[in-house]
């Protein structure tokens, strides 16, 4: 599950999907379901501090690493914590590992590069999938069995 907060936008991060049902604060996300975030580089960057992209970790799904020298870059880490232990799951499980061969990317992006540059409007979308399911864990982590 993803906490869902309705204002985050105006801190410059926001999930674009999945998006939670009317009245619901979180989102329950599968190991099939893309998840996309909204980085709004206009808002992040402030004063001194203006970023010209962000830079992603390199997956198996990300086509290509470049080069950063001369580019300041935001720098994102997403972290996997167990619901009920907060564990932090690093890779896939060993049930995911044998469905998936050997991609354990925990999580996967999903890009042509390693670094993202904003649109026109300072705006940049990054997406990955979280390919593991949570019952494959721990038995301490059974809050979403």
Request: aromatic share 6%; charged share 30%.
């Amino acid at each position: 599950m993803i906490p869902y907060e309705r204002r985050s936008a105006e801190r410059g991060i926001e999930l674009v999907s999945p998006r939670p049902a009317d009245g619901e604060t979180t989102v329950v996300v599968r190991r099939d379901i893309r998840i996309t975030l909204n980085f709004d580089m206009k808002i992040l960057s402030s004063g001194s501090a203006t970023y010209d992209g962000l830079k992603i970790p390199k997956t198996p799904s990300v086509k290509k690493a470049e080069r950063e020298s001369g580019k300041k870059l935001l720098h994102l880490q997403i972290r996997v914590l167990g619901a009920t232990t907060n564990a932090p799951y690093e890779t896939l499980c060993d049930n995911c590992k044998v469905r998936d061969g050997d991609n354990d990317a925990f999580p996967d992006f999903r890009a042509r590069s390693n670094i993202c540059v904003p649109q026109k409007n300072g705006k940049l979308l990054v997406a990955f999938i979280l390919a593991c399911c949570s019952k494959h864990r721990e038995r301490q982590d059974s809050e979403y069995w």
